[in-house]
């Protein structure tokens, strides 16, 4: 069955919800069977290449939003007001981290609704420079976007925009209430007719039904979207999430697998809880997702460059560079690497 998948998704034919259904459904007997299906997939789009990801928190808490999940939030015990964001020294100086790191894309993130003046000002004119600077390609993550806003991030070298559809909508309204599943797909709709490249994926583990993680990964195939990051909830205390268990590393191999099927020549990311969740079977997410983050997250720690190296090396793949060039991952080279700072919740 797993091969015959494979096949129809090679063959550039749409798998349908049922079949996703049953990768969702495979016996454990039959998970080395199926992450190869998957493996053929990713492999004839995006070889043994792995591109490496870096976030930065440019703009840390204080959120007016209400996502169940976000320990950003000031509904969640994030101190409210209005959080600065970084200089752009600070944001250029990042980026040039993660080049030295063979990061392929570098994204910056804001905590807020949506950008204000100040926020777009500062975020395009580290944009700018970094492209300038470096080769690497430039992500932003800002919230809720209006057409000006969506043109003027292409226009300073923004190649790509994230904005999560998180779950399906008929979930997200018990996660999120200070705004609609719809203002999310509008924000994905503008990004992209401004010509950025759309980074959209979502969350597993929010409570959510197998309907629902169905939903999720047939509304990105309808959004055509470049890149899906799957997410597996790490629960931040004080969230009204904070109890929710983690996801079942099996489950998150075949989550995994699905949304290659689905989206057979997408950028797929493993990307938040990968740590928490897989624990040791982390690098068999390499065989369906083609891309990661390191260097940890938002606000939560993760595995370092050196471990992220090691793990690709030992496995046979090879880092991707945003030139498209493929060079061996390097741990030993990752050790004089300077790392992220951590920085504290932002104060009001």
Same mark, same amino acid.
């Given at each position: ?30 998970? +080395?069977?199926? *992450?190869?299906? %998957?493996?053929?997939? #990713?492999? =004839?789009?995006? $070889?043994?290449?792995?591109?490496? &990801?870096? !976030? ?55 905590a ?21 600077e ?7 993550? +800002?919230?809720? *976007?209006?057409? %000006?806003?969506?043109? #003027?991030? =292409?226009?300073? $070298?923004?190649?790509?925009?994230? &904005?999560? !559809? ?23 709709r ?10 959209v ?6 409570g959510?039904?197998e ?19 799957v ?79 090691q ?38």
């Amino acid at each position: 069955m797993w091969s015959t998948l494979a096949d129809k998704a090679l063959a550039g034919t749409a798998i349908s919800r049922e079949e996703a259904r049953t990768v969702l459904h495979a016996p454990v007997d039959d998970t +080395l069977a199926l *992450l190869d299906a %998957a493996f053929r997939v #990713r492999r =004839a789009h995006w $070889g043994r290449r792995v591109s490496l &990801h870096v !976030l930065e928190n440019a703009k840390l808490g204080a959120c007016p939003e209400d996502c169940g999940f976000c320990s950003q939030s000031s509904k969640n015990g994030s101190p409210s007001g209005e959080a600065p964001i970084k200089t752009v020294d600070e944001l250029v100086d990042a980026a040039r981290r993660a080049h030295a790191a063979r990061a392929k894309r570098y994204c910056m993130v804001t905590a807020t609704r949506g950008p204000s003046q100040r926020d777009l000002d500062t975020i395009c004119t580290a944009a700018e420079r970094i492209k300038a600077e470096m080769d690497i390609e430039l992500c932003a993550s +800002l919230g809720i *976007l209006t057409e %000006a806003k969506a043109q #003027r991030l =292409a226009a300073s $070298g923004v190649d790509r925009f994230n &904005h999560n !559809l998180e779950t399906s909508e008929r979930h997200y309204e018990k996660i999120v209430s200070t705004h609609k599943w719809s203002d999310r797909v509008d924000t994905v709709r503008l990004a992209k007719a401004a010509g950025m490249d759309t980074c959209v994926g979502g969350i597993v583990g929010l409570g959510e039904s197998e309907e629902d993680l169905l939903d999720l990964a047939f509304a990105l195939r309808e959004l055509d979207v470049d890149s899906v990051p799957v997410n597996f909830l790490d629960a931040r205390p004080g969230t009204p999430l904070a109890s929710y268990p983690l996801v079942e590393p099996g489950f998150a191999l075949r989550a995994l697998c699905m949304m290659r099927f689905v989206h057979p020549r997408t950028d797929l990311r493993v990307a938040g809880g990968r740590e928490l969740t897989l624990r040791s079977l982390q690098v068999q997410a390499l065989y369906p997702a083609n891309s990661i983050f390191t260097q940890g997250y938002l606000t939560t720690g993760g595995a370092s460059l050196e471990s992220d190296h090691q793990m690709i090396r030992d496995a046979g793949f090879e880092l991707e560079l945003a030139s498209g060039e493929a060079v061996p991952a390097d741990p030993e080279a990752m050790k004089s690497v300077a790392r992220r700072p951590s920085l504290p919740m932002a104060r009001s």
